[in-house]
């Protein structure tokens, strides 16, 4: 997953909103979102390639979602980083002490951003940047491939559109989906830096990457109800960016 705008505490009614694209290889084998088997409980797509999983939440009010590190040199992975995700979902560990764990064991994975919280708290830890292990205020953040506190302008747009939406109260699923469909290119002179060339950052640079082999895979777009309702919706694309699946779950909290 390459982008995640989300909102934790900040609106009278949801403790947390999430708006995610996951960008991937087209070829790469995945399974759409649905209630896990191994670890149960957790319900969200997974990546049957290496096992892990991008984005998920579960029946305890849990909620954890991954992005890589863009880096210019390929770096070897020890272990994929969406066992960041699936692993959290295996163990009955609160968010506190899942972020200190993966904060102390994240140099074995490859360069990853992670999002793990709870009912109480929610985390960013990362194994690459300046802040590698911080306990987020209330607010409207966003994250993509860079470090924490890069301002990149899909971030930037992103987070803006999330918290003008939460301020007009425009939360409609659909609504969110329509934030994450933006294919619009940014312009040369205002692109990151990330040592990949400028070709490749700009082809990188829309909230919606669109391309025949690699590109947003999956839309997904959580709201959790401070009163234990979480209401799950993913947007599956083909290498057309049509779309080739539409899910819609909703639980409550045990």
């Known amino acids: 997953m390459c982008l995640i705008a989300f909102a934790w505490r900040a609106h009278p009614e949801l403790d947390l ?18 209630w896990w088997q191994q670890p149960a409980e957790a319900f969200g797509g997974r990546d049957l390639q290496a096992g892990g999983a991008w984005c998920a939440a579960d029946r305890q009010g849990r909620f954890a979602a991954v992005t890589n590190v863009r880096e210019a040199s390929k770096v070897a992975e020890a272990r994929s980083r969406g066992l960041l995700v699936r692993d959290y979902f295996a163990t009955q560990t609160n968010a506190d002490d899942w972020a ?15 999002l793990v919280g709870d009912r109480t708290s929610l985390w960013f830890v990362s194994n690459r940047g300046a802040v590698r292990h911080l306990r987020l205020r209330p607010g409207v953040h966003a994250i993509s491939n860079g470090c924490w506190g890069d301002h990149w302008p899909k971030t930037e747009a992103a987070q803006s ?22 294919t619009d290119t940014v ?33 997904t777009v959580i ?17 057309d960016a049509r779309p080739t699946h539409a899910i819609d779950e909703h639980w409550t909290d045990l």
């Open 100 to 114: 200190a764990r993966m904060h102390a064991e994240g140099d074995a994975y490859g360069p990853f951003n992670l």
């Open 187 to 219: 312009a040369i002179d205002a692109l990151p830096d990330t040592g990949i060339g400028t070709e490749r950052e700009r082809f990188l640079s829309p909230l919606f990457i669109r391309s025949g082999y690699y590109g947003t895979r999956a839309s």
């Open 17 to 34: 909103i999430v708006a995610a694209n996951r960008d991937e290889f087209h070829a790469r084998p995945t399974e759409a979102a649905h």
């Open 223 to 239: 709201k959790r109800g401070a009163d234990g309702s979480v209401a799950f919706h993913e947007r599956g694309f083909d290498a």
């Open 161 to 182: 559109r999330l918290r003008t939406r939460i301020e007009n109260d425009d939360l409609d699923a659909e609504t969110l989906f329509e934030l994450l469909a933006d």
